[in-house]
């Protein structure tokens, strides 16, 4: 619950909300102290329901006029109704009849960091910590400032004045690892938790976080250590099962991430996203069958989870059951119909099936979902080179050209269909402009096709052209 409504429980504010809207509604005549009237307006603020949060406002200033706290939630409703000026207008009134009062700074700093004036944000945060007790909620606040200016530094050196006060403040221990990885310091921030684990051993967070740090730096055993001594800090840690489960598929471990989603099912009431990562985990290790079972596990939970529904399609297109891939699809798309990854798989479908023009319609609506892909271009002219259909394949190509002309694979592409055509002396023409744009995607173009692969002109070509600017 927010720190705003301590004091009170769900149930307690409910009851408050609930009471007062009858006074409002129905006109019946309660009573309210100042502080419940702060709840009731603090309700309404967080639900942005403004229109009770102004009803609210009057009611509790006409009641309570000299009460500072009021006019401190006028402000903020002001500025919730982006009426900033007036906000700060109000907050110079209130800081006149009390200078010190440390939530005026805050009132101030958090609306000019909504006006993204975050500089101005940390003067008034800085005038909080001289006479501010609570110096862990005000280093917080200076550090997502210099979070939002871009400054990861001076942000990493105020999270950990944070947790020197607080070392169980776990969201300031994510934030700072993840500073630490804008500003490219990773290397610093396994540092740091290895210190601070020597001090707060139990904290999860910071074995979660050394574990992504070591992730980052490909330190798959590490990684996968710490993420164990957050397990057994806490049994259910879900996030540190699903980043271990995750390191153990890409290593190749793919028995031991299944075992792992297993226990995660004993306590994550999630259970359709577990079933749903362990039958990906199948059909990464090319078990279709037994990820198709899965699938559909997840889908009796959860019949509009759309992934589990590609899902299913992609494990019948390996199983070749095209018209069951396809049903399955189609469900994918209905429920999820700007998911451009699903008219890829679609469009792969349709090709098997032996449509061309619908699996070319399936790639289009990919491409106007993720225009800046371009490899659904080299996709969907690959469709027509397979079925030996150069001359569509080349202008799908030279669409995309003019869509990306310093894509080196599309130039690299055009001269594959070039020399698949027999055209070779337009083939080795477009080889020497792609080589031009980048020399290193030659080991790509030669893997396209066996028949270039073998083509000891185009190797010797190659060859030449890389001696001759080494």
């Known amino acids: 619950m927010d720190e705003k409504f301590e004091g009170y429980n769900e149930e307690q504010i409910s009851n408050m909300v609930s009471r007062f809207e009858e006074m409002i509604g129905q006109g019946k005549n309660h009573f309210f102290d100042m502080d419940e009237f702060e709840v009731i307006i603090d309700f309404y603020l967080e639900t942005n329901n403004l229109k009770n949060a102004d009803i609210a406002l009057k009611r509790a200033i006409q009641q309570y006029p000299k009460a500072v706290s009021l006019l401190l939630k006028k402000a903020q409703y002001f500025a919730f109704s982006n009426k900033t000026e007036k906000a700060l207008d109000l907050l110079s009134e209130i800081e006149s009849l009390e200078p010190f009062n440390t939530d005026v700074f805050f009132t101030r700093g958090a609306i000019y960091s909504q006006m993204q004036k975050y500089e101005k944000a940390i003067e008034e945060y800085n005038k909080a910590i001289s006479s501010n007790e609570d110096l862990e909620d005000v280093y917080s606040n200076i550090a997502f400032e210099y979070e939002n200016l871009g400054n990861y530094s001076k942000a990493i050196d105020y999270l950990k004045k944070v947790l020197e006060i607080n070392p169980e403040n776990e969201s300031s221990i994510y934030e700072l690892a993840l500073n630490y990885e804008y500003d490219g310091r990773i290397g610093e921030s ?69 075992e792992l989603f297993h226990e995660l099912l ?198 030449d052209f890389l001696h001759t600017n080494d």
């Not at 904290?203 to 330190?219: K, M, P």
Request: proline letters at 2%.
């Open 190 to 258: 396994v540092v740091y938790l290895q210190n601070f684990i020597n001090e707060t051993p139990f904290s999860r967070a910071a074995w979660f976080n050394l574990g992504v740090a070591y992730a980052q730096l490909g330190e798959t055993e590490k990684s996968i250590d710490a993420y164990d001594y957050a397990i057994v800090i806490d049994p259910n840690y879900i996030n540190a099962y699903y980043n271990k489960a995750q390191l153990l598929t890409i290593s190749g471990r793919f028995n031991k991430a299944i």
């Open 266 to 463: 004993e306590f994550d009431q999630n259970q359709e996203v577990v079933y749903y990562h362990i039958a990906e985990t199948y059909e990464k290790a090319e078990d279709f069958e037994s990820a198709l079972t899965y699938y559909l596990k997840s889908i009796s939970y959860d019949q509009e989870f759309a992934d589990s529904w590609s899902g299913v399609a992609v494990c019948y297109l390996e199983l070749g059951k095209l018209n069951q891939a396809k049903d399955a699809m189609l469900k994918a798309i209905t429920l999820s119909q700007d998911n451009a990854d699903f008219y890829l798989v679609m469009a792969d479908i349709e090709w098997k099936l032996g449509s061309l023009v619908h699996s070319e319609l399936n790639y289009r609506k990919a491409m106007e979902l993720n225009p800046e892909n371009s490899d659904i271009w080299l996709d969907m002219s690959d469709i027509y080179a397979e079925a030996e259909d150069f001359e569509t394949a080349l202008q799908v190509i030279d669409e995309a050209i003019n869509l990306f002309p310093a894509n080196d694979m599309l130039v690299y592409r055009k001269a594959a269909y070039y020399f698949l055509e027999g055209d070779r002396k337009l083939g080795f023409h477009f080889l020497q402009m792609a080589m031009i744009l980048n020399p290193l995607s030659t080991l790509e173009f030669l893997e396209y096709d066996d028949r270039i692969a073998d083509d000891l002109e185009i190797n010797q070509l190659i060859l």
